[in-house]
């Protein structure tokens, strides 16, 4: 089969992750989660001192910490200055502060330039997860896939994965970081006009999987 580059693009607790290894796994493709990047450089300004409520600031350290994204989907990795960081990028304190960060244009411009040089090196097609990456990073992907859900789903899930989550802080939380990502001025959170709309909120992963996969071989 010719090798396929896929978008995924859609707010956070809609499966964006989960059906993308799932897809990726079952296909033999590469996979990048693109947000673990963005988490990955916030969580180097956090550790570094930086105050992520400064943008110049943000943007004179964001070439500094070097960002090295694994795409085997069934054990993704991220090192920052050589240091496995997927631990550390998952914590709420990281999780409240991503959007500031990512919403600098010169981060932006520093962590697509990544971006497009994994999907190029992956000879053997990749799915690429994220928020812009069919009209941004990636317009010319064989397939763009954008995923939704309601918000209650969204939090539901969300609040599941973490112990002892409360579901309505959860939910507050993640519409308010949906809005500052759709908000921003560059590459905002945004379906691209040639994606495949798919509503998870009825859907259980796997329905969410075995569509994405047929819509996949479509494009081989
Ligand atoms: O997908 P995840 O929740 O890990 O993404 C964390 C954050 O990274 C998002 O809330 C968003 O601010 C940022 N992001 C982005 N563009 C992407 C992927 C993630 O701005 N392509």
Known sequence: ?????VAIDGPSGTGKSSTSRAVA?????????TGAQYRAITWWMLTNGVDVTDAAAVATASAKPVIDSG?????PAITVDG??????????????????????????TRITELQREIARAAGGGIVVEGRDIGTTVLPGADL????TASAEARAARRSGETKGADVAATKEALIKRDAADSGRKTSPLAKA??????????LTLDQVIECVVT???EKR
């Open 215 to 217: 819509l996949v071989e």
């Open 71 to 75: 795409t085997d989907p069934s054990a």
């Open 193 to 202: 006009d040639d994606a495949v709309e798919v509503d998870t909120t009825d």
């Open 144 to 147: 763009k896939i954008f995923l």
């Open 83 to 108: 240091q496995d960081a997927s631990g550390p990028i998952r914590t709420q304190e990281v999780t409240s502060r991503v959007s500031a960060v990512s919403a600098v244009p010169e981060v932006r």
């Open 25 to 33: 796994a079952k296909l033999g493709l590469s996979y990048l989660d």
């Open 1 to 5: 089969p010719a090798a396929v580059i």
